[in-house]
T-cell receptor, first 110, second 114 residues
Framework: DTAVSQTPKYLVTQMGNDKSIKCEQNLGHDTMYWYKQDSKKFLKIMFSYNNKELIINETVPNRFSPKSPDKAHLNLHINSLELGDSAVYFC?????????FGSGTRLTVV | GENVEQHPSTLSVQEGDSAVIKCTYSDSASNYFPWYKQELGKGPQLIIDIRSNVGEKKDQRIAVTLNKTAKHFSLHITETQPEDSAVYFCAASMSSGGNTPLVFGKGTRLSVIA
């Protein structure tokens, strides 16, 4: 039973399209994150949610809109996709013993 | 805000040798320092962590040391094996608990040569 699951694993789409990535955790954690990992493997925080409320928004373009319908889910919607959005996006949840990451969504914008 | 520097960016060792990865952090309020291993096509996985009330922690072939005064911490892997090959990330935050985001180093690609 996967603790943090992301879908889809791969996403190839054209510039200008709108797409969503879904994340669910079954660990009962209150805090969830989205991180972006670029081609050089750098992990950069994008958003943090605590119990469905936005806590951190790190200078991410407003084309990116996270949504948390409940504390077990944190989805990421991206409007008007650009070439520079191509990356691996990781969802993570945080409990007392640190982060658990999902397996990532590789987004390729062509 | 917190800034974490990690060195080296790549590291190649012969199987059986030791590997050391070093990190420095900037925020003296940080007191939780985890290390993550990321294998190809997977998400980062926690392998060991240390809190500021401890100077060293060991788990089988992996050990982590922390020097709070100098604001640096290191990962030591002994008797390396090919399956240790991966990208390793250090991170820092003010707590392991909820709502305290981790700031990651830029990663070290470790290659263990058989």
């Amino acid at each position: 039973d996967t603790a943090v699951s992301q879908t889809p694993k791969y996403l190839v789409t054209q510039m200008g399209n709108d797409k969503s990535i879904k994340c669910e955790q079954n660990l009962g954690h209150d805090t969830m994150y989205w991180y972006k990992q670029d081609s050089k493997k750098f992990l950069k925080i994008m958003f943090s949610y605590n119990n469905k409320e936005l806590i951190i928004n790190e200078t991410v373009p407003n084309r990116f809109s996270p949504k948390s319908p409940d504390k077990a889910h944190l989805n990421l919607h991206i409007n008007s996709l650009e070439l520079g959005d191509s990356a691996v996006y990781f969802c993570a949840s945080q409990g007392r013993n640190g982060y658990t990451f999902g397996s990532g969504t590789r987004l390729t914008v062509v | 805000g917190e800034n974490v520097e990690q060195h080296p960016s790549t590291l190649s060792v012969q199987e059986g040798d030791s590997a050391v990865i070093k990190c420095t952090y900037s925020d003296s309020a940080s007191n939780y320092f985890p290390w993550y291993k990321q294998e190809l096509g997977k998400g980062p996985q926690l392998i060991i962590d240390i809190r500021s009330n401890v100077g060293e922690k060991k788990d089988q072939r992996i050990a982590v040391t922390l020097n709070k005064t100098a604001k640096h911490f290191s990962l030591h892997i002994t008797e390396t094996q090919p399956e240790d090959s991966a990208v390793y990330f250090c991170a820092a935050s003010m707590s392991s608990g909820g709502n305290t985001p981790l700031v990651f180093g830029k990663g070290t690609r470790l290659s263990v040569i058989a």
